[in-house]
């Protein structure tokens, strides 16, 4: 006999549709003994929540996240509203005693984050925040292969996280699908929304980020408000660049932009150490690049790991070997392993207390682009 799990999707964005796809497959592919049950769909706009309930198979929908996180016939909030919001829900829904899954980065700052993580280890509900990157096949392999020793004594962590669809000055700021642009929705800009996926991933890689050092820039300072409907100053880092210092010794080196020309979501890492070399690129995201100083030198060289087989992380839920998955099973994996978080009693990373150390390091590089100096994030690994 399979549990229900009711879930109540608050949002009905993007990742909105990102969630509810993952739960509606979810036991098509994993084998747990909870089974999601699409009950509410909320959003203030009465109509948008009723479409988006119908196109997705929600049971019934809300206007009020007041009532959602109340409601009876729930147990797991799912927060996919825009940043400035996700501290006032969560806490509400942990006071109600209800799990959480929150979108990612957990809040706009480190110190509206910090009350979310009391709120959910004071109530002691199961928690999680969305950086489905880990999710990767080929990532979670590159995670197996470093905690394995493979690459040996890091020296170097790379990461870019690159798009180009905010170049245009005439592309408005706020409001729905637009609120990434304006910095009270979103607390920041590419740091927030895109660098905090390469702190997390390089986190969970290569341990903690001690201290860093950046540089941001907003090419556009001015951009109309949809809301308003006047231009108004733009308040994000459009772009973002820092060194980082991780606490085994090793250099980081990040970058993010919306204005790289022809990228779309170019989110690559490389990592260098004495006995190897991992590289990753989400456009191939099917393969992990491995260099293996080990072997004889006369066939030494960089491989390509085809990351399907059965062996490899996750795979076994899919095809045979030889076909690939794709974006939409990160989110598959990660609440299959929220849910059997549930079922063995472990919590399941990163949650609340895990993102707000990447929180931090979002905000030590924006303090120190700020400041024109080396900022120490305070990371707690
Ligand atoms: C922004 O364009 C965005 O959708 C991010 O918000 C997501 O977290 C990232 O995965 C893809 O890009």
């Known amino acids: 006999m399979s549990k229900p799990l009711r879930v109540a999707m608050i949002g009905y964005g993007f990742m909105g549709r990102a969630h509810s796809n993952a739960y509606k497959r979810l036991n098509d592919f994993f084998a747990l003994e909870h089974r999601p049950v699409l009950q509410v769909a909320c959003a203030r706009n009465a109509e948008k929540a009723e479409t988006f309930a119908d196109t997705w198979g929600y049971s019934r929908v809300e206007t009020d996240w007041r009532k959602v996180v109340e409601a009876d016939d729930v147990d797991l909030i799912d927060i996919c509203t825009p940043n400035d919001t996700h501290q006032e829900i969560a806490i509400a829904a942990a006071k109600a005693g209800k799990m959480i899954v929150c979108e990612k980065p957990l809040a706009r700052t480190t110190a509206e984050a910090e009350p979310m993580v009391k709120a959910v280890e004071a109530a002691g509900v199961p928690n999680m925040v969305w950086f489905n990157y880990r999710r990767v096949p080929a990532i979670s392999l590159a995670k197996q292969l470093m905690d394995e020793g493979r690459i040996g004594r890091v020296f170097h962590f790379r990461a870019n996280f690159l798009q180009d669809w905010t170049i245009s000055p005439d592309v408005p700021q706020g409001g729905a699908a637009l609120w990434r642009l304006d910095v009270q929705a979103a607390g920041s800009g590419v740091t927030g929304d895109l660098l905090a996926h390469n702190i997390d991933t390089a986190m969970w890689l290569n341990g903690a980020i001690t201290r860093v050092v950046a540089r941001t820039e907003t090419f556009v300072k001015e951009r109309k408000h949809q809301l308003t409907g006047k231009k108004e100053p733009v308040g994000i880092d459009d772009a973002c660049l820092f060194i980082a210092e991780f606490a085994n010794g090793s250099l980081g080196l990040f970058e993010s932009t919306r204005y790289a020309r022809g990228h779309k979501a170019l989110k690559t890492f490389e990592i260098n150490g004495a006995e190897g070399s991992l590289a990753f690129n989400l456009e191939e995201m099917e393969y992990l690049d491995y260099f293996e100083y080990a072997q004889d030198s006369h066939v030494r060289?960089?491989?390509r790991i085809h990351v399907t087989n059965g062996e490899h992380p996750y795979m076994d839920r899919y095809w045979v070997p030889g076909l690939v998955v794709g974006y939409e099973?990160?989110?598959?994996?990660?609440?299959?392993?929220?849910?059997?978080?549930?079922e063995t009693g472990k919590s399941v990373q990163p949650d609340f207390r895990n993102a707000l150390q990447t929180q931090k390091v979002c905000d030590a590089v924006l303090e120190s682009a700020r400041a024109g100096?080396?900022?120490?994030t305070a990371v707690e690994l």
């Open 301 to 303: 060289g960089w491989r």
């Open 329 to 342: 099973h990160t989110f598959l994996n990660a609440i299959a392993d929220f849910v059997k978080g549930l």
């Open 373 to 376: 100096q080396w900022v120490a």
